[in-house]
């Protein structure tokens, strides 16, 4: 098994390398891959030093594996040449999420659609697997109808750049450059990715879209409000579901605490809920605040947290490598 790690220099690829190690993934070769400017530079996983090469260097060695980190254009350019040659792709960018020819998948929901025909596997926007995840068997039980969500994201999403800004600012030193519009310390930025004609940010649009795909069903309508906060270890979602049938709370919470993946976080009185203090460098979806919105019949709320470097990017992508090798591979 060789694996490439494509963008292993940044945020995400950190933390696919941490996890190949933490989870004992099980590779022969490992192909750390990033811009010119990192080539030659030296990586550690599994106690072995590795140099960061170049993209055409990894594409001749053809790696079984390729996961991708590295932004949609790199993945629109590269991840056919990669295909081409055998490699399956695991693409963490919104390059193909979208693409009715490619799977889009959370393996605890829709691992099973994955054949050895897919050379080329998009993983999901951070924030639908999260919602995604605890949801799955919510949605087999009850019908979801629609979905009103609100995130809080942390800047980690955007990347080292905007963690930078967010440090100098609180430092009180000035950022060589602004990766956000606006200040974001002590502030809340309604501003996630780009604005389209609708009015909703293009991330907004990312889980309306994506939350059908992966659950199979056009008919949930998802209506989202996104917005960067100056936090870090993880995103944090207020959920609001509207189902066909109705539920019983206790019900709701055995089926979220079954599902793997999945952290029931649900002790109000003692101060027992989802924060992203507590999610940060945790593989699982953390859900708690669970209640029936009482000015709606069949319809819940909840309050979902996850690091989204984790479950949200590198380990959901490691998760489908684990079951590209186990069904595909094997």
Known sequence: MNIAVVGASGLVGHEVLRLLEERNFPFHTLLPVAS???????????????PIIGMEEALSLKPDIAIFSAGGGTSLEWAPKF?????????????WRMDPTKKLVVPEVNGHVITAEDKIIANPNCSTIQMVLPLKSLHEHYCIKRIIVSTYQSVTGTGKAAVDQMEDERAGVAHPRMVYPYTIDKNALPHI????DNGYTKEEM???????????????????TCVRIPTTGGHSESVNIEFE??????????????TAGCVLQDDPKNNIYPMPLFAHQKDEV?????????????????????????????????????????????
């Open 83 to 95: 295909a081409a040659v055998g490699t399956i792709v695991i693409d963490n960018s919104s390059a």
């Open 286 to 330: 953390f859900v708690g605040r669970i209640r029936r919105d009482e000015t709606q019949a069949n319809t819940l709320n909840m309050w979902i947290v996850a690091d989204n470097l984790r479950k949200g990017a590198a380990t959901n992508a490691l998760q489908i490598a684990e079951y590209v090798t186990k069904h595909i591979l094997s």
């Open 36 to 50: 010119p400017k990192s080539i030659g530079k030296l990586i550690t996983c599994k106690g072995l030093t590795y």
């Open 193 to 196: 990715d780009v604005f389209l």
């Open 206 to 224: 990312k889980m309306s879209n994506e939350t059908k795909k992966i659950m199979g069903d056009d008919r949930i309508l998802v209506s989202a």
């Open 245 to 258: 049938k109705d539920f019983n709370l206790e019900k709701v919470r055995s089926l979220i605490a079954a």
